[in-house]
């Protein structure tokens, strides 16, 4: 057993040896190589939002037909959120293979919305490609959800993403963690409040026009205001706004 294991260690190591070498050859190597998606993960990251670029500012279809009423056509890019190798833009070296190749780590975007965040990795970190993605799941989730004017909420929500994308952002992780929560209030970090123990808050400290961004959710009947013999404004998300959260 000892002796067919050598062995067996001696034929891994040389045919290791010769694909190494053969790499070289290439002006490869072994490290440099790319960790690519596979079919099903392109095929789960285009389904999980549409069949849309991902990107809030672009949502173009990136399938349809082609001449040939047998075959269609894909303008879009299974694109990786950190590189799939080391000379790659946002790439993580604490990542492995694995996690490089697998759909958490991927955004369906259009071909030119993936050229674009490759090319200017600075404007485009990490964290904007996941918030981008979690909007496309999000949308294509209300658009299967909701039959009536699909398109019409879509551009609402892409709207409110642009206008107020700090408040939004801390909203959706708040009715993560909390998914039953529903009531809020407004507070300045300087003011002493008892709260009841069951409302979420936000400061005006962290959002800029914070009563602003309130009052245009208000006005397209996204919180209610319940406020009621009380110095702090109280208002309760409603069930069409928690939705386009994913809860």
């Avoid at 040939?68 to 790439?91: E, F, L, M």
């Avoid at 294509?140 to 993403?161: I, K, M, V, Y």
């Avoid at 245009?216 to 928690?242: C, M, P, Q, W």
Wanted: glycine share 6%; hydrophobic share 35%.
């Amino acid at each position: 057993m000892g002796d067919d294991h050598a062995l067996y260690l001696d034929k891994y190591q040389r045919i290791s040896l010769e694909h190494s070498f053969v790499l070289y050859q290439w002006g490869l190597h072994p490290e440099e190589m790319r960790d690519e998606f596979v079919t099903p993960v392109k095929d789960i990251l285009a389904k999980r939002v549409g069949f849309r670029c991902s990107n809030p500012a672009c949502r173009k279809p990136t399938s349809g037909p082609q001449e040939d009423s047998t075959k269609s056509i894909n303008i879009g890019v299974a694109a990786h959120i950190t590189a799939a190798s080391s000379d790659g833009p946002r790439y993580n070296p604490a990542l492995s293979s694995d996690v490089r190749k697998d759909v958490t780590n991927g955004i369906w975007l259009c071909q030119s919305c993936a050229k674009l965040i490759d090319n200017d990795e600075s404007r485009y970190p990490i964290e904007v490609l996941q918030h981008w993605k979690a909007i496309g799941e999000s949308a294509a989730l209300r658009a299967l959800e909701n039959r009536s004017g699909p398109e019409d909420e879509e551009l609402l929500f892409l709207r409110l993403e642009q206008l107020m994308q700090d408040l939004l952002e801390e909203i959706r992780k708040d009715l993560a963690a909390h998914p039953l929560g529903r009531e809020f209030v407004t507070l300045s970090k300087r003011w002493s409040y008892w709260a009841k123990g069951n409302e979420l808050v936000y400061y005006f400290e962290d959002h800029t026009e914070l009563d602003n961004k309130l009052r245009i959710l208000l006005n397209y009947g996204l919180i209610r205001d319940i406020t009621s013999n009380s110095n702090a404004k109280h208002y309760v998300f409603t069930e069409a706004f928690v939705r386009y959260f994913g809860v």
